[in-house]
């Protein structure tokens, strides 16, 4: 096996949140291109059927002249992006512009990297040939089967298990160094030891970078009542991701991170599925001015005096007791400080 076994996406050679903070330029903007998947992975809020229809969610994508906006809207921060993601709450693929539009964020040049999260199951040699010219930097892929017929039980689709791996075969023998292909795959969708050989077998040749992921409990209350009722329970009991990193009362992603929903809005988290926290609209505002105004500092300064559970939305989140590599609990007064020099509160 040729690629490298890590267990974060993420290199931890990164700046130091708690001495970086306030940032006039958020680390990372995600967007939302479309809010529908082709797969409907039973650990997945797109397998709750019933609650989107409940809550009228109906397939949409956003708008190439839409996007155009948002990404005219990154250029005016004072500095560049650490990070552009082209992928949020859906398949990315599944947008009929997405070349077009890697290809305008490319030449607009407003990230140190632009990245994709993908099933690839939609990835052809075209799209591949696209991704390649137009400065795709990171490709986080998840496997979620090793097979036709585990992809219909775990997915509730069928695909073609042998081309999504030739596909995938094609690009990472036809890209530069600076794209990073990482293969990762959800330990319940491997059935022991047995299995986890035959991942790394299958793919640990086709690509830079390769893990086997722990699901984890996601914030959305009936989400998560969906995925429980559809995880088997010998599935759930060898999941290690319920274990808790550590607690923590400041939330971090709100502080480096703006998520654009397909629709425009700019989600309070990233962590929103449902959408329901916005802190502002791409379509009547700037992305600086929604990133610098009152909603998004109050967001901030609340966690920072260390009143998460007072936000409605941030109080039942569990996240990041499972997920967040960063702790600035300890650094909570002095980040609030430097946030009332800085804007004058």
Partial sequence: MTAKNVSQIYSQNRSVLSEALPLDT???????????????CRFCYHSDHEEKRRRGIMPSMLEYSEYVKIIDDCKRFPNKLK?????????????PDYI??????????????IEIFTNAVLL???????????????????IEALS????????GRHIDFPDLIDNLKYLYENKSDTLIMHIKIADMGLRGKDDTERFFQIFGDICDEISVDHIVPIPVESAARAILANMKNENLDKTKGWDKIADRKVCPFIFTSLLIQHDMRVLQCNRDIWCEESLGDVRTQSLSDIWNGDKHTNLCLSHLKQSRYSVEFCRDCSTILYTSNDNIDDCADVILNRYGKNRGL
């Fill in 83 to 95: 990070a552009l993601r082209l992928s949020a709450w859906g398949e990315p693929l599944l947008h």
């Fill in 148 to 155: 036709d017929e585990g992809y219909y039980e775990i997915c």
């Fill in 124 to 142: 052809t040699r075209e799209i591949s040939d696209g991704l390649i010219k137009y400065g795709m930097n990171k490709m986080i892929i998840s």
């Fill in 26 to 40: 958020p680390f990372l903007v995600s967007i939302s291109l479309v809010n529908y998947c082709n797969l409907a």
């Fill in 100 to 113: 077009k539009m890697l290809k305008y964020a490319n030449n607009a040049e407003v990230a140190g990297r």
